[in-house]
């Protein structure tokens, strides 16, 4: 069945530290592949998406990139801040279509000043 | 211009009873979802609803039922509430079925404390 795993956190860094959140995915075929942030006492909103392998998602200065030979689809940002600090969900959707959308554990990100 | 709208925000509310959360959507979208998230922030989905048709229904216990009065609106009713389904509850819509438009929308969500 389809499945995402992702990196368990708590994750802490300092300010303008490197950030990976580490992603894989079991799925078949090529689905789409998201992340997600929830910033606290909000809900999920869409971070970045890739729907084909070798894409580039980016926003905010967070990039993925869709690995199909790895399964993965890590996180990252060069320079995080303070107010980077939330929840961030790993998440794809089957290419047959469908409405179900599988998302990981969540990463929880706190960022110290 | 909220997107997805929920209410209430916060719901408190002793063992036995029933109550229910209203989700609205003003985006157009065919799909509605409604997602349990518990305290370590894990999101499972409960139910979906596509043009007012039931189309995900979970595990999940009969007490919870959904109502889809049309496409715009995706309401849950819970009876006899429970310790355990204390929880924050999230309302989502999306265009549709094909993978690569499936971005969820997501509510701002409901708290819900049962005592």
């Known amino acids: 069945g389809n499945s995402v795993t992702q990196m368990e956190g708590p994750v802490t860094l300092s300010e303008e530290a490197f950030l990976t959140i580490n992603c894989t995915y079991t799925a078949t075929g090529y689905p789409s592949l998201f992340w997600y942030v929830q910033y606290p006492g909000e809900g999920l909103q869409l971070l970045l998406k890739a729907t084909k392998a070798d894409d580039k998602g980016s926003n905010k200065g967070f990039e993925a990139t869709y690995r199909k030979e790895t399964t993965s689809f890590h996180l990252e940002k060069g320079s995080v801040q303070v107010s980077d600090s939330a929840v961030y969900f790993c998440a794809l959707t089957p290419n047959t279509g469908g409405f179900k959308t599988i998302f990981g554990a969540g990463t929880r990100l706190f960022v110290k000043a | 211009d909220t997107a997805v709208s929920q209410t209430p925000k916060y719901l408190v509310t002793q063992m036995g009873n029933d109550k229910s959360i209203k989700c609205e959507q003003n985006?157009?979208?065919?799909?509605m979802y409604w997602y349990k998230q518990d305290s370590k922030k894990f999101l499972k989905i409960m139910f979906s609803?596509?043009?007012?048709?039931?189309?995900i229904n979970e595990t999940v216990p009969n007490r919870f039922s959904p109502k889809s009065p049309d496409k715009a609106h995706l309401n849950l009713h819970i009876n006899s509430l429970e310790l355990g389904d204390s929880a924050v509850y999230f309302c989502a819509s999306s265009q549709g079925g094909l993978a690569g438009v499936n971005e969820q929308f997501f509510g701002p969500g409901t708290r819900l404390t049962v005592l």
């Open positions: 609803y596509n043009n007012k048709e039931l189309i």
């Open positions: 985006l157009g979208h065919d799909t």
